[in-house]
């Protein structure tokens, strides 16, 4: 009997995942004050009890003003700590792997929440200052940034390391940076949201320099025993800007600084530029950069069959798959794909009676 390897084991460092469907992170937009309630609890806990390897949260902010909505979780204080080792506790006691992504949003924070349209909000709104790689605006209805001088950004950096340590203290077992979709980290990757004149813009090696900063404080601050994903866009699917190419140098170096997974996303920097979307389409990027740099990957990206992410895991196009709107249309996904698979997993204990 060949076992499925989507229902394979996995072990990166210390952590032993029990399978490769992890929850893609994803905004709630049902925090105050940066504090995790009830709604995540039942959200985040329904994920884990539906089978997965790990429950990744949504992007946490590492410091208010690097929210995207006033509604986004938070970890710039210890007071965030308890509303989120509850969330872990009650996550690993279902077999999943509890994680959180830490993020800033940079150029794209102080937004409203997308229910509402999510416009940015003017300060009589409840708006904030926002802050940049270079003072260039998302859109043409953004306000502009402010760009961070060297003090700003060594700040943000120790921001993620002491973020990363809180996380630690609430119970969770994997740190994801966010470098994706526009926000700060990618903004200084991509050469077009950089035009620094400074060591952090211009070349490929000084745009990597912050985000590199970054995971180098973050896996400092995060013990040995546990591992860091990190979150790129493979593309900016936009002429002169950042690309596959770069992304496969940037994980080598991810690598080289005790980065574990590649979590390969793409787009967002932009709000014009159309991925050509299909099942699976930013699958070949993490083929492409787990070929080329030897660092595991996930994909991520309309990945909602069975079969198909059987089929992404065997291949050896990544070594875990990512489920966003899938996993919010069905949390029992899991269950119901190793059924599919032919694989025998537990049930949570209080359905066992439910199961074929
Ligand atoms: C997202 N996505 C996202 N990505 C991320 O890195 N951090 C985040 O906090 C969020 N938030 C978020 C909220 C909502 C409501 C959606 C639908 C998406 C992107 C998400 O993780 C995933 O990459 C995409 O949704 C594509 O995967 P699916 O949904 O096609 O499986």
């Given amino acids: 009997v060949i076992r499925p390897r989507l229902f394979s084991r996995l072990a990166l460092r210390g952590v032993e995942f029990r399978n490769r469907v992890f929850l893609s992170p994803m905004c709630q937009y049902a925090a ?14 329904a994920r884990a009890a539906g089978g997965v390897g790990l429950v990744l949260l949504e992007a946490t902010a590492v410091a208010p003003e690097g929210r995207i909505s006033p509604a986004d979780l938070g970890l710039w204080s210890d007071d965030h700590i308890p509303s989120l080792r509850r969330l872990a506790d009650f996550i690993q006691a279902q077999g999943a792997v509890a994680g959180i992504q830490l993020a800033h949003a ?10 509402n349209g999510g416009k940015p909000l003017p300060p009589e709104r409840g708006g904030w200052p926002i802050f940049g790689a270079s003072a260039l ?21 120790e921001d993620f390391a002491r973020a990363a340590e809180r996380a630690l203290a609430a119970g969770f ?52 025993h546990l591992p860091l994903f990190v979150r790129i866009s493979a593309t900016d699917w936009a002429e002169g800007g950042w690309d596959l190419d770069q992304s496969i140098r940037f994980g080598d170096q991810l690598k080289d600084f005790g980065v574990d997974l590649v ?39 309309l990945i909602t069959e069975p079969q198909q992410a059987e089929a992404v895991i065997t291949s050896g196009s990544a070594d875990v798959v990512f489920l966003g709107r899938e996993l919010l249309r069905n949390p029992h996904w899991p269950l119901h794909a190793a059924a599919a698979l032919g694989e025998e997993v537990d049930w949570p204990t209080p359905y066992i009676r439910a199961r074929g």
Avoid at 137 to 157: G, N, W
Avoid at 267 to 286: H, M, S, T
Wanted: charged content about 20%; some cysteine.
């Fill in 173 to 224: 077992k994997v740190v994801e940076i966010h470098a994706a979709h526009g926000y700060l980290l990618h903004s200084f990757l991509s050469p077009l949201s950089n035009q620094r004149n400074d060591r952090y813009g211009g070349s490929f090696e000084n745009r990597v320099r912050f985000p590199l900063d970054v995971v180098a404080a973050v896996r400092d601050a995060w013990p040995e």
């Fill in 32 to 45: 105050r004050d940066g504090y995790a309630g009830d709604w995540h609890l039942v959200h985040y806990g």
């Fill in 106 to 115: 940079g150029r794209k924070a102080s937004c409203d929440v997308p229910a």
């Fill in 263 to 301: 979590d390969v996303s793409s787009g967002g920097l932009l709000p014009d530029a159309v991925p050509p979307l299909a099942p699976g389409y930013q699958v070949p990027f993490a083929q492409a950069i787990r070929a080329r740099t030897d660092i595991a990957t996930g994909a991520v990206g």
């Fill in 137 to 157: 605006p998302f859109s043409s209805v953004h306000p502009t940034p402010r760009e961070l001088d060297e003090k700003a950004l060594a700040d943000i950096a």
